[in-house]
């Protein structure tokens, strides 16, 4: 088939599916699109790279490209401007969700001590458009069925384009490592982003499909499943051609936790899910850290003993001298000399990540900053927790994100604003309850009885999810 008439075909079937799309929603704000197109670009490649306009070399890391700064900088006006319109309770956000305000606070207040002050404020300054789509995609009407709304249409986007790029566009959707071996990038521009994205598209069109079981009876639905199946298959095909093997094991993981929540033991039994998501992690530590069993625990996953060179990695990064306490400041560790000298140790492998979460934080932020992304994800838990009794939709989802993101940032940087964080942070945010909400939060309901029960409360975090969703018979 020629590249051009399965590029059409392509764009053919994503007009149609977002057009016809089953599970379309008309009671979602437009606005959902301001967020799709952040995550589309953190998913995938920035708009300088989609248009051979990027360049390289450490300069790059340095100065950006004057494109991607235009764009992503509309975007985030947009945002802001919506929020506003929707008249967001800024104070009452940061007070619900103080954790992650401080976390953002003191990675403003490191870009003082960073070498390169103005290019670590550029950098957190576009993060934080990021964070402002997410509150776009949550301050809606309708928050679940937003959630379920950009996510969809993001792997909409990527996930066929990506199987087209690798089918037929080779310069496109194929890499070469600095070892010569074939790699398959899709839409994004490395195996492991291709992975980090079938992560994302997997474990939301499980959850998705696990939700809606219930009422399968109905045609919408089932049709909605039977999209979620075909695209099931995509990321699995993907997955597989990625060869991801943290991204493997990470959705193994997060749909057996999703799927644990909705069984019948996991609802009338959410204190066992609480302490199994954390107490796996603690002993998964316990057997790397204390009894050394990382190299038996990282072949049995199909991994080398040395977790495909991560080791010499992390050796070659904690030797380089930083700030133990406030370390090198925001996004600032891959910039200047430093990174060229880690890329002569590294013997020429140009890395521009420390392949694990927890250490690309120590290196920027120090201990202070390790410290607080803890605290948050403590604090995330605490909220994630609450949503468990009785079972949200987004409950599930966020424990099942939570539990693989402990994981997979042991042998990946993933706390950093990419497509994977930005999906947990979607599910574990917490937003302080509007007006608007507050209005829907006591509805008259129509009953055969009188009493107190002819008025029932609804959270408008679980409109829309059926009636065995809110609670109701």
Known sequence: MPPILALGIWLILLVGLLVFDPAKSTETSAALWVPVIWFFFLGSRSPSMWLGLSYGGAQALEEGNPLDRTIFSLLTVAAVVILVSRSFRWGNFVAQNSALALFLAFALLSVLWSDFPLPAFKKWFRDMGIYMAVLVVLSDLRPIEAVRTALRRVCYLTIPLSIVLIKYYLYLGQTFSAWGTREYGGVS??????????????????????????????VRVRRVILVNIAFIGMTLWLLNLSQSD???????????????????????????????????????????????????????????????????????????????????????????????????????????????????????????????????????????????????????????????????????ASFGVDLLFVTFLLAAIHLPERAEDRALAVLPVEADFEGPLARIELDPWNLGQGDSQRGLP
């Open 189 to 218: 521009t490395s195996k492991n982003m291709l992975g980090a994205l079938c992560l994302v598209s997997g474990i939301f069109f499980f959850w998705d499909t696990l939700t809606r079981w219930h009422q399968r009876s109905e």
């Open 246 to 412: 943290t991204s493997i094991v990470c959705l193994a993981l997060g749909c057996l936790v999703i799927a644990a929540a909705h069984s019948n033991f996991g609802r009338r039994h959410p204190g066992w899910l609480k302490v199994l998501a954390p107490a796996s992690f603690l002993l998964y530590l316990l057997l790397t850290l204390g009894l050394g069993m990382g190299a038996q625990l990282s072949e049995a996953v199909g991994r080398s003993g040395n977790m495909s060179d991560r080791t010499h990695i992390w050796q070659v990064l904690l030797s380089v001298p930083i700030n133990p306490v406030l370390g090198t400041g925001y996004q600032s560790f891959w910039l200047g000399p430093r990174v060229l000298w880690v890329w002569q140790k590294l013997a020429g492998d140009t890395v521009l990540e420390a392949h694990n979460g927890y250490l690309e934080i120590y290196l920027e932020l120090g201990l202070i900053g390790l410290i607080l992304l803890c605290v948050f994800l403590m604090a995330a838990y605490r909220k994630i927790c609450k949503r468990l009794e009785p079972l949200t939709p987004l409950g599930s989802l966020g424990l099942g994100l939570w539990t693989l993101l402990l994981f997979y940032n042991v042998t990946e």
